[in-house]
């Protein structure tokens, strides 16, 4: 059973930081490329960051230079570490892992990240 677990999330301030963590099991994790997605009250969900199998990371322009996208497959894990956060960065943030060629993906069930101004 592929299960995805994110963790990390909560409320800072302005300018504070936060890491977000997504732990999967049930998956030969190294092979997946990895998203984190974000959903705002109202808006549709967006990719922020993205790393591929291979250990290539791409990002939103939004969040350019503030956040950082990285991996570990020996502990299966993904980390998205949050810096200078502003408030319209709150959302739920979801993590995704996915074999795009083979129409394979599994969600986690999202972490609340609010800033506050």
């Known amino acids: 059973q592929v299960q995805l677990v994110e963790f990390g999330g909560g409320l800072v301030q302005a300018g504070g930081s936060l890491r977000l963590s997504c732990v999967a099991s049930g998956i030969t994790f190294s092979i997946y490329a990895v998203g984190w997605y974000r959903q705002a009250p109202g808006k549709q969900r967006e990719l922020v960051a993205a790393?591929?199998?291979?250990?290539?990371?791409n990002y939103a322009d939004s969040v350019k230079g503030r956040l950082t996208i990285s991996r570990d497959n020996v502990k299966n894990t993904v980390h998205l570490q949050m810096n200078s956060l502003k408030p319209e960065d709150t959302a739920v943030y979801y993590c995704k892992v996915s074999r795009p060629l083979m129409s394979i993906e599994y969600w986690g069930q999202g972490t609340q990240v609010t800033v506050s101004s």
């Open positions: 790393i591929s199998s291979g250990g290539s990371p």
